[in-house]
T-cell receptor, first 116, second 111 residues
């Protein structure tokens, strides 16, 4: 496979469930990102990882827990979510920033999450 | 702080007509600018980008964009729209470690 893949594509979970979203990039990049896209709201950056180290947490509630075991994989662990967390979760990757400037981000297809 | 404004929430054009989607940015230095397209239920696909050099940038699917520093704009254009271009379009500006996105413009194409 090429590009950025995300699994599952659709997920329905109850508020007491624990689930994980997976993202894998095949582009040789070393930065990865999680975004949340809710209906009628701008794209929200959640987390940034550069070389497996978290460099940004955009005030995301602790019920979202990211994990980046290597530069190719990124996970988002979910627990005790709320209905308002229902959204499209997008993963992206890029080359890590150089000289303070970031590079083009390439996006996966997203996971459509519904919290009941 | 860096910001991006897409003034038009929705735009409807006839198939075969020309298209221009507006984007204005706020950035102190030379910006890196991007246009992405998103079809329903899909991720964002890069259409084109501007880092430096020629201010008229060619992208995929027949799209182009022009960087105008004096107007802080990076408008997306296409000379003849196809029904398959119906989607949501996002302009973005690079800001250090991340991209700042506009709210998006939904393009509808009527036959």
């Amino acid at each position: 496979e090429t590009g950025v893949t995300q699994t599952p594509r659709h997920l329905v979970m109850g508020m007491t469930n624990k689930k994980s979203l997976k993202c894998e990039q095949h582009l040789g990049h070393n930065a990865m990102y999680w975004y949340k896209q809710s209906a009628k709201k701008p794209l929200e950056l959640m987390f940034v990882y550069n070389f497996k180290e978290q460099t940004e947490n955009n005030s995301v509630p602790s019920r979202f827990s990211p994990e980046c075991p290597n530069s190719s994989h990124l996970f988002l662990h979910l627990h005790t979510l709320q209905p308002e967390d229902s959204a499209l979760y997008l993963c992206a990757s890029s080359q890590a920033p150089r000289g303070g400037r970031s590079d083009t981000q390439y996006f996966g297809p997203g996971t459509r999450l519904t919290v009941l | 702080a860096q910001s991006v404004t897409q003034p038009d929430i929705h735009i409807t054009v006839s198939e075969g007509a020309s298209l221009e989607l507006r984007c204005n940015y706020s950035y102190g230095a030379t910006p890196y600018l991007f246009w992405y397209v998103q079809s329903p239920g899909q991720g964002l696909q890069l259409l084109l980008k501007y880092f430096s050099g020629d201010t008229l940038v060619q992208g995929i699917k027949g799209f182009e964009a022009e960087f105008k520093r004096s107007q802080s704009s990076f408008n997306l254009r296409k000379p003849s729209v196809h029904w398959s271009d119906a989607a949501e379009y996002f302009c973005a500006v690079e800001s250090g470690n991340k991209l700042v996105f506009g709210a998006g413009t939904i393009l509808r194409v009527k036959s």
